[in-house]
């Protein structure tokens, strides 16, 4: 059973526009959710996190958006850039004093200059 | 210094030959996991150390035996390598309890199974 749904498998945006990731859940218990990315020839690397308590994460152009109720989170990258283009992963863990973590199968990003 | 470091980066091997995996970090980080990673696919968890006691999944748990000497190092052993073991797998080491979730990832290392 696949604990981390991510959609889409691709995709392509124009610079400027707000790309948008989506992942869902199935376990209610888990409790922070990162998001990871990775650029080619890179190893993954943390881009952004949220816990349950927020419906809402910001870090400069990059914002979760986190519904507990639909289980579902989402990366949203406003003024998208070239330097953008990535595969990006989210994941979801339970904090049990270590992590396990579930990743989704990751977003293909293109970002057309 | 935040680098986990894989060994080797890429490995080739023949169907029922024996292939072993190197891990290290200089963080002190509790945990240390491995990924399996094939195209497509999601990171597959296969096992993580916290501290010295080793966590298999249920599903690789006869497929995948590890080692952690001391608190940097960590392998990842596969006995009879099949085909379906070719794939990138990726180690990654956390602070344990209060930590920040972060995960630090290695480059990987891409075995090829002929």
């Known amino acids: 059973q696949q604990q981390v749904r991510q959609s889409p498998q691709s995709l392509t945006v124009w610079e400027g526009e707000t790309a948008i990731l989506n992942c869902s859940y199935e376990d209610s218990t888990f409790d922070y959710f990162p998001w990871y990315h990775q650029f080619p020839g890179e190893s993954p690397a943390l881009l952004i996190a949220i816990r349950p308590v927020s419906n809402k994460k910001e870090d400069g152009r990059f914002t979760i958006f986190f519904n507990k109720r639909e289980k579902k989170f989402s990366l949203h990258i406003a003024d998208s850039q070239p330097g953008d283009s990535a595969t990006y992963f989210c994941?979801?863990?339970?904090?049990?004093?270590?992590?396990?973590?579930?990743f989704g199968k990751g977003t293909s990003l293109t970002v057309i200059p | 210094d935040t680098t986990v470091k894989q060994n080797p980066r890429y490995k080739l091997a023949r169907v029922g030959k024996p292939v072993n995996l190197i891990c290290s970090q200089t963080?002190?980080?509790?945990?240390m996991y491995w990924y399996q990673k094939k195209p497509n696919q999601a990171p597959k968890l296969l096992l993580f150390?916290?501290?010295?006691?080793?966590?298999r999944e249920a599903d690789t748990f006869e497929k995948f035996q590890s080692s952690r000497p001391n608190n940097s190092f960590c392998s990842l052993y596969i006995g009879s390598a099949g085909l379906e073991y070719s794939a990138m797998y990726l180690c990654?080491?956390?602070?344990?309890?209060?930590?920040?979730?972060?995960?630090?990832f290695g480059e990987g290392s891409k075995l090829t199974v002929l």
């Open positions: 990654a080491s956390s602070r344990g309890q209060g930590n920040t979730g972060q995960l630090y």
């Open positions: 994941a979801a863990s339970y904090n049990t004093g270590y992590q396990n973590f579930y």
């Open positions: 963080m002190n980080h509790d945990t």
């Open positions: 150390y916290y501290d010295k006691i080793l966590n």
